[in-house]
């Protein structure tokens, strides 16, 4: 990533249309070979206080919150064109910054994130801003109109392991909705998105709709979230931090859009086919490391297909190809720090204290890098921690289940519910026992397949709110009702415009 020179390339943060930059600034590690990739300016509170105070000039202005929604939309096709143009050098810089195989980046991190951008310019132009109606039951003809009004100032705050494609899940609403936005990467994991900025900005989007603030959590973050002139919270992270961000936010009653942990349950049917669901479990848990919340990370087996599954399993896992993400046939890459690396090795070591077999470890490669290779514990039973826990990491719990009802139990003994799968031959069953999971996703005989077109989020502790799907604007909107009483005006266009087929006011 460095120029000719041999420079490291500089990311500033882009607050009212200007790029600011810091003396203090923070490195951007590869995880695979620990070197510095990029550097980026540090933020403080007072750049949040600043990127704050400018998306509220911006919506004062009124420019973008009164730009039809098809114009909003063209700009906001005008950035997909630009990313799209830029695709290979975005999964490059995924790639050296978060440790995200190269296939991966391609597919999920870069392609969804263009094409989620896509779709909220598209759910611009065929969303109802404005529902006219009459009033029914009232003494003189009046007619009601349903407005959805942008919120005003809106923040994100999104984690590392999906940098730029949960920036999209709220910067895309935000947008499309007519709301300025401020929003905070993870301090790791920066540059894709300062590199949308920059597509934006040369877009057109104009200065203070979009700013992007680089810093602390517990300093920036911290400040969005209990800003008073934030009308709107968006996090993606943990439960842990997720509670903060909402007792923060709670001060001065904003509206909130949590999307927390997971850990998913993936119940295998007895009709399943093993080969299938045997590769699709390992996708599952192994997707990006692990590091995914929506990872299915307990495996829960019947009896009758038990032995037979985790021999595939293994068998499989032993084909997996850990190693430099950058290589376009490595399955695994790197776990994004250290201290994650070492979180994940105390679960791996916890497993075992606590009972469950150690069935299968991968090897990983020599020198540098933070490496956890896939892992496969058996004997896992409900109550031990790495059952209950989010590991974050290449690690398969495997459970078993007599009947389908213990598995359904199974499944929903856990704080979260942000997704699960079902695998089985007839789709009846599969779907009523999905009908019984206390999850905000359930893919029958798939995973990981998240579309924007259907909303994404979790029941229990795994969140508040959803994001994507038709409804993802109605969590940037302010919903208004207007009355109008026909009979006191002469104002036939009005009268037409709401209730064309209405008798004419006395
Ligand atoms: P994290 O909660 O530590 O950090 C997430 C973001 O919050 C970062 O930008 C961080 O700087 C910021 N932050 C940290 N402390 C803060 C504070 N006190 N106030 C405000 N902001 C603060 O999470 P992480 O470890 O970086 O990410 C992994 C977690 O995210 C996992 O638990 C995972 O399940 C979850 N996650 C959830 C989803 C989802 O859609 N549900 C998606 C991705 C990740």
Redesign the pocket.
């Known amino acids: 990533m460095s120029d000719a020179t041999g420079a490291l390339p500089h990311y500033r943060m882009y607050i009212d249309g200007d790029w600011i930059d810091t003396e203090d600034r923070f490195e951007i590690i590869n995880p695979a070979s620990e070197k510095s990739v990029a550097t980026a300016a540090r933020g403080t509170v007072g750049h949040a206080d600043q990127a704050v105070a400018a998306a509220l000039r911006a919506h004062r202005r009124g420019e973008w919150r009164d730009t039809p929604p098809e114009e909003r939309a063209a700009i906001m096709s005008r950035i997909v064109e630009l990313l799209s143009e830029r695709m290979d050098e975005l999964v490059e810089l995924h790639v050296a910054e978060n440790g995200v195989t190269v296939r991966q980046a391609m597919a999920f991190h870069v392609g969804y994130a263009i094409s989620h951008l896509q779709y909220f310019a598209d759910l611009a132009r065929t969303y109802a801003f404005e529902t006219p109606g009459p009033v029914l039951g009232y003494p003189t003809t009046a007619a009601g109109v349903v407005r959805r009004e942008p919120i005003g100032v809106v923040a994100g ?6 940098p730029l494609l ?1 920036a999209v899940w709220k910067l895309g609403p935000a947008l499309a909705a007519g709301n300025c936005i401020v929003i ?4 790791k994991t920066p540059a894709t998105l300062l590199e949308l900025a920059k597509a934006a900005e040369e877009a057109g989007l104009p200065r203070g709709v979009l700013n992007v603030v680089t810093g ?3 300093e920036v ?2 400040r969005l ?1 209990a800003h008073p002139d934030v009308r709107k919270i968006a ?7 997720g509670r ?2 909402a007792r923060l936010a709670a001060d001065n009653v904003k509206r909130v859009t949590l ?4 850990k998913g349950p993936n119940i295998v049917l007895p009709d399943a086919d093993v080969e299938t669901a045997a590769d699709a479990a390992l996708f599952a848990c192994c997707l990006y490391q692990g590091q ?2 929506e990872a299915g990370t307990r495996l829960l087996l019947p009896d009758s297909l038990h032995d037979e599954f985790v021999a595939k399993l293994i068998a499989r896992a032993q084909s997996i190809r850990v190693g430099d993400p950058a290589d376009f046939d490595t399955d695994v890459g790197p776990i994004i720090s250290a201290r994650q690396k070492i979180r994940i090795a105390e679960y791996i070591e916890l497993g075992q204290t606590e009972g469950a077999k150690l069935a299968f470890q991968g090897t990983v490669p020599d020198g540098p890098g933070h490496w956890i290779a896939p892992t496969i514990f058996t004997g896992v039973t409900n109550d031990m921690r790495i059952a209950r826990e ?1 590991v ?1 990491g290449p690690v398969l719990c495997v459970l078993r289940y007599s009947t389908v009802d213990e598995a359904v139990a199974i499944a929903n003994d856990t704080e979260y519910g ?1 997704s699960a799968g079902v695998w089985g031959e007839d789709i009846d069953t599969a779907l009523e026992v999905a009908g019984r999971i206390e999850s905000g996703t359930v893919w029958i005989n798939d995973w990981h397949m998240v579309n924007a077109q259907y909303p994404f989020g ?1 029941y229990k502790q ?2 508040v709110g959803r994001e994507l799907g038709p409804h993802a604007l109605d969590e940037y909107t302010e919903e208004k009702f207007v009355h109008i009483d026909l009979s006191r005006s002469r104002d036939r266009r009005v009268y037409d415009l709401v209730v064309p087929r209405a008798e004419e006011p006395s």
């Open positions: 705050i999104v984690p590392w392991n999906f949960l905070k990467p993870d301090e602390a959590g517990a973050g911290a979230a996090f993606t992270g943990s439960t842990a931090v903060e961000v999307e927390l942990g997971g995914a919340c989010e974050f942000l979790g795994s969140g």
